[in-house]
């Protein structure tokens, strides 16, 4: 009888060792703990610049890009055209609205922000929404007809096309008077000739990638070179379209 108590004594310590053994690994996996919580309720206190820089780049920002992302692919917001660069944007959104949360409300920080994420992407879904339902892609149509009536197996006359655009656009970039450009536009400007310049040396997968690179190479965050290349953006649609008809 005595024995049967020990056997059962020593399992209980066994499942109970086990217990605390993945508890402790979940609160390691944890991203939003409560030193991001505190850290965010000290951001809306503060009224130092530097204070609040250290405590955005060591603890919020990076617990909102992990809350960003898990609120992405948990609600299969990855559907979404351009859905990294929305990310981008989210995140970059979420920082100029930090001032907003207020702790003496109640509700935690982690509850507030992940609920208006993903509010926000729910509000980019129902505007993509609407757009297909007003209207109608004609560039998509107009792939579907080439590939379905006038493709032909030709990569190099594919290859050669696309070359010929992007050298194109590569001299017209070089046209640029750039005297009157701000100083965060010179500096994304100039990235972009180097990475143009540097095409067949360095490695770009996608779109995140890249902002890796302007980041890198002009020393400016995401949001200011976003604002930078939203300017530079309606210069390339006038190149594409001039392009595309047959002006240039």
């Known amino acids: 009888m005595m024995r049967i108590l020990q056997r059962r004594k020593q399992k209980k310590q066994m499942t109970q060792k086990k217990t605390r053994k993945t508890t402790k690994k979940r609160k390691k996996n944890l991203y939003f703990t409560q030193e991001h919580e505190d ?37 299969k917001f990855t559907n979404l055209p351009n859905c990294e660069s929305l990310r981008d944007e989210c995140k970059i959104w979420l920082m100029t609205i930090l001032d907003k ?13 992940s609920v208006i994420t993903k509010n926000w992407f729910i509000h980019k879904v129902k505007r993509q929404q609407k757009r297909n339902l007003r209207e109608i892609d004609y560039e998509n149509i107009s792939k579907n007809y080439e590939e379905e009536f006038l493709s032909t197996n030709d990569s190099y006359l594919t290859n050669r096309e696309h070359d010929e655009f992007w050298q194109n656009f590569y001299n017209e970039l070089n046209s640029w008077d750039t005297s009157s450009m ?15 310049e540097s095409k067949d040396e360095i490695e770009i997968f996608n779109k995140k990638a890249i902002y890796l690179y302007l980041r890198e190479i002009t020393g400016l965050n995401t949001k200011q070179i976003v604002n930078s290349l939203k300017k530079f953006r309606k210069r ?5 379209v001039d392009w595309e008809s047959g002006s240039l």
Do not use: H
């Open 39 to 75: 850290a965010i309720i000290q951001y809306s206190k503060s009224n130092c610049i530097r204070e609040r820089t250290e405590l955005y780049v060591r603890w919020i920002q990076p617990a909102f890009n992990e809350m960003v992302d898990k609120i992405v692919f948990t609600y």
């Open 101 to 113: 949360y207020d702790p003496s409300k109640g509700s935690k920080a982690f509850s507030y922000f």
């Open 182 to 196: 701000k100083e965060n536009d010179l500096k994304v400007y100039k990235a972009i000739t180097i990475l143009f």
């Open 236 to 240: 390339y649609y006038l190149f594409k």
